[in-house]
């Protein structure tokens, strides 16, 4: 028993010694990803006052000098998370711009981070790293806290003045000898350069969801811009994926639902992208045509995997926004419940004097409005509890806040609008009976006039009319006993018919100038061809069939033209166009091959068919002739509808959402020390 209690003994006094050294080894604090408040701020307490001001001193002069900002951060450990992701989500949260650099440095934890703006190109990669090395790190391991930084100030300051003055020399001693020995072939390069990076900037803006607007590219440029779209929508997606899983912990996996669906839509598109790419860089060739079309599937991949995210990007920030403030939201609809509840007696009595006034039929629109916005009050009132509920219920549980704010506001509004229409009745309905005989007298003027636009107006004419026509028998038959009802019916019925009308009229407006244009434009054609047919048939024997089959194309568009010039102007106007372009092509083919004729019969025939100068005079004549009557006139230019900006891929979003938002790069290094 003796040797048992001295096992127990050792045993016990090994646990606590266990336990002691655990307890020592917790981390002080743990800082999540924070916005920075200040240009030096020290969480960890490693810094007194006196080293403050030696980094705040060594900030303001980089300032001075070289025009950026170092944000210098002291915490305890970065709560887990690798020292690069740390520093670019802080970076991220603080809105840091081009020319902000981040250098935080977990005290306890020890490690840290650098991180400079891509944009930042005074500074190289290589001078980053050779200034951890040889000044940050060697500071920090003698936890010469304020020493690391001012150094990192210091070699910050030193790299951009020396990268600016050497690379500007160098550029010129570049461009003097490109100027001399190279000139030529320099300026061949450039302007190759600037067509190409015109064709990339000009790639950037279209629309990656219309294949049509990439088809005229070059492949080299629809190769870099698919590259570029892949990596854009992949950081997209992997950004939105990191804001969602902080959201499903916020608002449980029901109300998330549709987010993470959207993400797993773009995440198969991106895929369907990827494998594209794969097969594209594998040893097996393709064709032009093969790589155009795979490239023109990339960039359309990659745009409906942004269009998913992005279709989700405001709702998702509603709901982030919507728990965020809660409780003052739900404050709000309070008052707003309790203000709407008062209202309910005044309405009430609101309504018993109309009745006295106004026979029933005509108070039918409001006659139940008191009692509906009681029971939406109501509504609302039992939804703010809930809301409240569920706000209380720790992260993860607090989904159904965002079910029954929106209740509550919908609430609300519908019982604001009843309680209004109630207050604003007398009023309508004294304005409805004074205005309804002008509106009525407005509506049969509209109808009229679409019955005079019948056949411009197409279906929609039709069915805004017929609405008229009905809203007006209906103010008719009802207007007495129902004037509001009445008015407000006819009102939006004739708002419709307007927009018809306007439609009709612009339509009419073109088949009127098209209808003019094809009277001159057919009479040329006729001409043309009359005188083409008139001039093969005399000279049949040496006109061949590519003069023939012009001048029939030529008659058919004329007939065509004919035949469509009642109904449909503009087509018969184009027919009328094609007939006259044929025919002056038959007439030039017919003395082409009359002048061939003549040239191989001339040995063993005097006369020939007039000769080249009576075939010149006939052409001369028609195309005279088509001139005075009108003819070659003018032709219409069409051009494509060129899209908006592509959802933006400018860098991938900070938050959930697709590669439209663009943003601040970094280049994050760092690591233990």
């Known amino acids: 028993m003796t040797r048992v209690r001295v096992l127990l003994r050792a045993a016990t006094t090994a646990i606590l010694f266990v336990l002691a050294v655990v307890g020592v080894g917790v981390p002080a604090s743990a800082e999540e990803p924070f916005r920075v408040p200040e240009q030096v701020t020290d969480q960890a307490g490693a810094l007194d006052a006196g080293e403050v001001s030696e980094v705040q001193s060594a900030v303001d002069t980089l300032y001075d000098e070289q025009g950026f900002r170092l944000w210098v951060v002291f915490v305890d450990d970065f709560s887990g998370q690798a020292a690069t992701s740390w520093g670019e989500r802080t970076a991220s949260t603080s809105d840091f711009g081009d020319r902000d650099v981040l250098m935080a440095v977990a005290t306890q934890a020890r490690s840290y981070v650098l991180n400079v703006p891509q944009a930042l190109s005074s500074i190289s990669d290589s001078e980053i790293s050779e200034l951890e090395q040889a000044s940050i790190e060697p500071a920090l391991r003698e936890e010469n806290w304020a020493g690391a930084a001012t150094a990192a100030a210091t070699g910050l300051g030193k790299a951009a003045s020396t990268t600016g003055s050497g690379s500007a020399g160098l550029w010129v001693a570049v461009g003097v000898i490109l100027v001399l020995v190279l000139g030529a072939f320099a300026f061949t390069r450039l302007r190759a350069r600037r067509r190409r990076a015109d064709a990339l900037e000009a790639a950037e803006q279209l629309d990656g969801s219309d294949p049509a607007a990439f088809a005229a590219l070059p492949l080299d440029v629809l190769d870099e811009r698919s590259r570029a779209l892949l990596v854009e929508t992949d950081e997209a997606i992997r950004a939105s994926a990191d804001e969602l899983s902080t959201a499903v912990g916020e608002l449980g996996q029901a109300a998330a639902r549709p987010f993470v669906e959207a993400l797993d839509r773009a995440r198969r598109a991106l895929a369907a992208a990827f494998e594209t790419r794969q097969r594209l860089d594998d040893a097996i060739p393709e064709s032009p045509d093969e790589r155009r079309q795979m490239l023109l599937s990339i960039i359309t991949s990659c745009s409906d995997a942004d269009r998913h995210l992005d279709e989700k990007v405001a709702e998702f920030d509603e709901i982030r926004n919507l728990l965020i403030d809660a409780d003052s939201r739900l404050d709000a609809l309070t008052r707003g419940q309790v203000e709407q509840t008062a209202r309910l007696d005044a309405a009430a009595a609101t309504m018993t004097s109309l009745a006295g006034r106004y026979d029933s039929s005509v108070l039918a629109p409001v006659a139940n409005n008191v009692d509906l916005a009681k029971e939406q009050l109501e509504l609302a009132d039992a939804s703010i509890d809930e809301g409240r509920d569920a706000a209380a219920q720790p992260v993860g549980h607090q989904g159904p806040v965002v079910a029954a704010v929106r209740t509550a506001e919908s609430a609300l ?118 005188a083409a047919s008139e001039y093969i048939g005399a000279r049949s024997g040496a006109v061949k069939v590519q003069a023939r089959t012009r001048l029939a194309e030529a008659e058919r568009h004329v007939q065509a033209a004919q035949q469509l010039g009642a109904t449909d102007a503009p087509r018969a106007l184009q027919h009328a166009g094609a007939a006259l372009s044929l025919a002056a092509q038959a007439s030039h083919l017919a003395q082409a091959d009359v002048a061939d004729w003549e040239a191989t019969q001339r040995p063993r025939h005097s006369g020939g068919y007039g000769g080249s100068s009576s075939a010149g005079g006939v052409l001369t004549g028609v195309l005279i002739d088509s001139v005075l009557r009108g003819g070659f006139s003018g032709g219409r230019s069409y051009g494509n509808r060129r899209g908006g900006g592509y959802g933006g891929f400018g860098g991938g979003p900070r938050s959930f959402g697709g590669s439209g938002s663009s943003g601040r790069i970094g280049r994050s290094s760092g690591g233990r020390f």
Not at 486 to 501: C, I, K, Y
């Open 413 to 530: 509004s519908r019982a604001r609008s009843l309680l209004d229409a109630v207050e604003h009745a007398d009023a309508d309905i004294e304005a409805a009976r004074s205005g309804l005989d002008a509106a009525m007298a407005d509506a049969e003027a509209d109808i009229a006039s679409a019955d005079r636009l019948a056949s411009h107006g197409g279906d929609p004419l039709t069915a805004a009319r017929a609405a008229v026509a009905e809203a007006l028998d209906q103010a008719r038959t009802r207007g007495t006993q129902d004037p509001l009802g009445s008015m407000n019916a006819l009102v939006a019925a004739d708002a419709q018919l307007d927009s018809a009308l306007a439609v009709a009229t612009q339509s009419k407006e073109q088949d009127d100038h098209a209808r003019a244009r094809l009277d001159r434009d057919l009479a040329s054609a006729q001409a043309q061809v009359r």
